[in-house]
């Protein structure tokens, strides 16, 4: 069975998807601030997390008021979490959220491929984080 750990669980999409999921897996909530890797360590080695989920993150509306809030939460958290599993034998999947806001302005089904254009510092560190994640 996966042990599938969470974050942004209260998230719209997160609660469906783990409603899709929950039945078939075995699903743990991370309650903890997404910037404290000592909790998540804590966390991976106590449950033996198979697949970790990313929904956490500072909206675009509070990263608009706290930049370097957003930063730390956005952006700096993802590369903590990725420099520790990369150090761990047994690799959890993970799993990002990102957005659409990182794509240009377009009347057209969005695929993967479509042209990036982020205008928000939101946006921005959805795309920074989605390439850092696909460089480590």
């Given at each position: 069975m996966n042990k599938i750990l969470v974050t942004g669980y209260?998230?719209?999409?997160?609660?469906?998807f783990?409603?899709?999921i929950k039945n078939t897996n075995l699903v743990?909530?991370?309650?903890?601030?997404i910037n404290n890797i000592n909790n998540l360590k804590k966390i991976f080695r106590k449950k033996k997390i198979t697949h970790f989920v990313h929904f956490a993150g500072l909206s675009r509306e509070k990263c608009s008021v706290n930049k370097s809030e957003c930063i730390k939460t956005n952006f700096?958290?993802?590369?903590?979490?990725?420099?520790?599993?990369?150090?761990?034998k047994s690799k959890p999947t993970f799993i990002f959220i990102s957005s659409s806001?990182?794509?240009k302005n377009n009347m057209k089904k969005l695929t993967e491929q479509s042209q990036t254009n982020p205008k928000t510092l939101y946006a921005k560190l959805?795309?920074?984080?989605?390439?850092?994640?696909?460089?480590y």
């Open positions: 209260n998230s719209f999409i997160a609660k469906n783990i409603k899709k743990f909530h991370y309650k903890g601030d700096l958290s993802i590369k903590l979490i990725l420099n520790y599993l990369n150090t761990l806001h990182v794509y959805k795309i920074k984080s989605e390439n850092y994640i696909k460089k």
